[in-house]
């Protein structure tokens, strides 16, 4: 099986260089730091998984989010919101922009990878957010 392909969208040098590190060995990995570059890189990447950082020089990471999820081309990728505050609020902000999951920074080391994983096994289990959950027929 191929590696899943994930797109870190931060704009902290030193966090996104520490979760590409952890990511190397399970996933190809890119990365881009400014908002306004990362319609394009998404289109060229093709990634299963966006770690997503909220505030980016250039825009915000729930604005992106919103625009991905609102295109069928790109709706199925699993966008991890990669936080430093994550409290109650935040989160239903979060959900309601589309992110299927958050991650809080600093990242736990051991377990980031597996956290990323989790996340996209749970999306891949839920129905499609666009149905209404009957089954035809
Ligand atoms: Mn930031």
Redesign the pocket.
């Known amino acids: 099986m191929s590696k899943p392909r994930a797109l870190i969208v931060?704009?902290?040098l030193e966090n996104a260089e520490l979760a590409s590190f952890v990511l190397d060995e399970g996933f190809i990995v890119d990365a881009v730091s400014d908002a306004t570059d990362v319609m394009r890189k998404v289109a060229s990447f093709r990634p299963d998984v966006i770690l997503m950082?909220?505030?980016?020089g250039g825009g915000d990471g729930l604005s992106l989010t919103r625009q991905l999820k609102a295109d069928p081309a790109t709706a199925e990728i699993v966008v991890i919101a990669f936080t430093a505050f994550a409290m109650k609020d935040d989160e239903a902000q979060l959900r309601s922009a589309g992110c299927d999951a958050y991650i809080a920074k600093p990242i736990d080391v051991t377990r980031f990878a597996d956290e990323v994983l989790a996340a996209m096994a749970a999306k891949a289990q839920r129905p499609h957010q666009s149905g209404d959950g009957h089954l035809d027929g």
Request: net charge negative; glycine share 0%; aromatic share 0%.
């Open positions: 931060e704009d902290n950082d909220i505030k980016l």
